[in-house]
């Protein structure tokens, strides 16, 4: 049988690592070695993660266990960062990683037993090289394909005047990449996002020669998404192939998250009634102010359903802090853990609704598990997924925040009872769910994309 070796090559971020895991997982399944490129940083935290799990495995069930680590191998190079520096800071880690990853990257591909290589299209420079060494490549897109059309078109964008030359944009409004298309709002394009000028034209320049270098030195570009989710962008754009959305695949791998899994939740939420818990997650990266904290809670308590809160420990600028005498009076109703198995959560009979930042992972996640959602956005691209969740696909709600740009407990608590109440949004998100479920099953479109994009990282 000949040999097959991906090395992959996540962006080091948590939304981009976890879903080119479940990727690379399917490699494996389909016969190939796979070795997975993180950052030293991020393979530090994963591997701490890893064993504070293995010291709580008395919780887990053996169908829990975690897959063994020597499978995929796992390998770290520097990011350019120094410790203790902002790993957040998107714009100085991506020029960081420009800057110093290529020089060991050389080294890897030169003394590696490497086939193919898979990376995320925000890592595309590695595509040219790989190309260069001799291998296969593609291109891995782990947002909505929608925003990457978006960014094939910032050359026609900047002709019509809706941004400069620099990214900076010139118009405000909703811009019709294509009619039929879901139209996007210009601040909504992923680099308009940051504040600053040095983070903004960083991100930019990104999306400008990452598009270019995946399309001029890959067999394939592939996104985490369906022909179900996004029908007129791949229309228009055919050279996307969606294989998605992907997902933990036969229950049991999680290699890959940044903070330990705490699966205490699991024998709480057995306990509740199907349909009666709202589960509140903003994914890895989002931080609110303590009085915005303060209403969540608040919220939550107001509602008087159970609920499932995932606070990381950074998501607060203020520290976390809740408000007097509010874990007492919620008692056993509500739970909070650090970093939930937020996959195996959503599949939980007991969920009724996602509380959710729409990250495209988290969104990808609800889709597949048929559960509504009530949208509170925090940046970047996660303001399209809103719009797709609510206007075009009809699952979910979206929170309106107040004048001074808080959403009260009063926005939270009656936006929650409304969509938990909401038999028409219910529907649609089991319809939709058995979509894309039939999209991923055997003869369905991300089947059988996966299946082209597996030949074309055999093909010798
Ligand atoms: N996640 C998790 N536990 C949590 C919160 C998030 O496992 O408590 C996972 C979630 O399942 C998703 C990823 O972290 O796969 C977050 O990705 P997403 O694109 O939703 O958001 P980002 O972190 O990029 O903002």
Redesign the pocket.
């Known amino acids: 049988m000949a040999h097959h070796h991906a090395l992959v090559i996540p962006y080091p971020?948590?939304?981009h690592v976890?879903p080119l895991m479940e990727l690379s997982f399917f490699l494996l399944r389909k016969g190939f070695k796979v070795s997975f490129l993180n950052t030293e940083f991020n393979h530090h935290r994963i591997l701490s993660a890893m064993a504070d799990e293995a010291k709580n495995r008395v919780q887990l069930t053996e169908e829990e266990e975690p897959e063994s680590a020597e499978e995929i191998r796992l390998i770290a190079m520097p990011d350019g960062l120094a410790p203790g520096e902002d790993r957040n800071d998107l714009g100085r880690l991506t020029e960081a990683l420009a800057a110093v990853m290529p020089e060991y990257l050389e080294d890897l591909l030169r003394n590696g037993d490497f086939t193919c290589v898979v990376a995320d299209l925000n890592m595309a420079w590695s595509l040219e090289m790989a190309k260069k060494a001799g291998l296969r490549t593609a291109a891995f897109w782990p947002a909505a394909a929608t925003l990457l059309a978006a960014m094939t078109c910032i050359p026609k964008l900047i002709e019509d005047e809706v941004i400069g030359e620099d990214g900076r944009l010139k118009r405000k409004g909703r811009i019709e990449i294509r009619p039929g298309m879901y139209p996007i709002d210009t601040a909504h394009l992923c680099w308009n996002c940051f504040a600053d000028a040095f983070t903004r034209r960083t991100i930019f320049n990104l999306a400008v020669d990452s598009f270019r270098s995946a399309k001029s030195f890959t067999e394939i570009i592939v996104s985490n998404s369906s022909g179900e989710l996004e029908k007129p962008v791949f229309a228009f754009a055919p050279f996307i192939s969606p294989i998605g959305p992907l997902l933990r695949s036969e229950g049991k791998k999680r290699l890959g998250?940044f903070w330990p899994?705490d699966n205490s939740c699991f024998s709480w939420l057995d306990r509740q009634p199907p349909n009666s818990v709202v589960y509140v997650?903003f994914?890895?990266?989002?931080v609110f102010n303590s009085c915005q904290y303060r209403e969540l809670a608040l919220g939550l308590e107001l509602a008087g359903l159970p609920f499932l809160w995932?606070v990381r420990s950074d998501s607060s600028s203020g520290g976390i802090s809740y408000p007097a005498g509010f874990l007492e009076r919620i008692g056993d109703r509500g739970r909070t853990v650090e970093?939930?198995?937020?996959?195996r959560v959503l599949g939980h009979p007991a969920i009724a609704c996602f509380v959710s930042?729409c990250?495209?992972?988290?969104t990808m996640?609800g889709v597949r598990n048929g559960v509504p959602f009530l949208c509170w956005p925090y940046f970047a691209d996660q303001f399209i997924n809103e719009r797709y969740i609510c206007d075009d696909w009809k699952i979910g709600m979206k929170l309106v925040a107040d004048d001074n740009g808080i959403i009260s407990r009063e926005e939270i608590s009656s936006k929650v009872k409304k969509l938990v109440g909401d038999e028409k949004i219910t529907a649609n998100s089991v319809e939709l769910m058995e979509k894309v479920e039939r999209s991923i099953g055997k003869g369905g479109s991300s089947y059988e994309n996966l299946s082209k994009f597996v030949e074309a990282m055999k093909r010798v």
């Open positions: 971020a948590q939304g976890i998250h899994q997650a994914g890895s990266f989002a995932a970093w939930a198995p937020q996959q930042h990250g495209w992972n988290s996640e």
